[in-house]
């Protein structure tokens, strides 16, 4: 991560994760607890936790039911956020975030959560945002509001969600609360 502190009231700060896990012995995959997710409000916060990936696959409806598990083993992320003060408590918040997760494996039989270096760039969710934040020097309480732009599990133009005309406020616009900032 960096931060770019314009003055003591604005900044700009980036980060970006990449990382791959590999399963090692004779395991055939990763434990659980050690697979990458998207979404939410430490990542891509245009997705609920768990609710992006991987690539373009889409869990059916029938299957997802309200407990989202998307897991996999490579993850690329990148965030952009412009941070300011409202006044000495109340602070804003502009962002961008970029990433999925994939699958190293052919072995995956999800359609479309494969990594390959000439689809990936491709199967890119990207989000953009606003969020309040509420500092009280000790614990930073926020709010986020993601806002989907590109919808990897969408084919063809339609993928660009907020240009197509069919933008959904319930499935479209997230909203996380969280304790402290995400990077």
Do not use: C
């Not at 991560?1 to 990763?30: C, E, H, L």
């Amino acid at each position: 991560s960096y931060n770019y502190f314009i003055n003591k009231d604005n900044s700009v700060i980036t980060r970006f994760f990449g990382g791959v896990a590999q399963p090692y012995g004779n395991s055939k995959a990763m434990p659980f607890v050690k697979q990458y997710f998207s979404g939410g409000g430490q990542g891509i916060r245009a997705w609920y936790p768990r609710k992006l990936g991987p690539g373009s696959y889409v869990l059916p409806d029938s299957i997802a039911g309200d407990y989202p598990n998307q897991l996999s083993d490579i993850k690329l992320e990148f965030n952009l956020e412009y941070r300011y003060s409202l006044n000495r408590s109340w602070k804003g918040a502009l962002f961008l975030d970029v990433g999925n997760i994939w699958s190293i494996s052919e072995s995956d039989e999800r359609e479309g959560a494969l990594f390959e270096f000439d689809k990936f760039y491709r199967q890119l969710a990207v989000g953009t945002g606003f969020g309040i934040r509420y500092d009280l020097d000790f614990a930073v309480f926020r709010i986020d509001w993601g806002i989907k732009i590109h919808d990897p599990g969408i084919q063809g133009k339609d993928s660009w969600v907020l240009f197509n005309g069919s933008f959904n406020r319930h499935d479209d616009l997230i909203w996380h609360i969280a304790v402290g900032y995400p990077f």
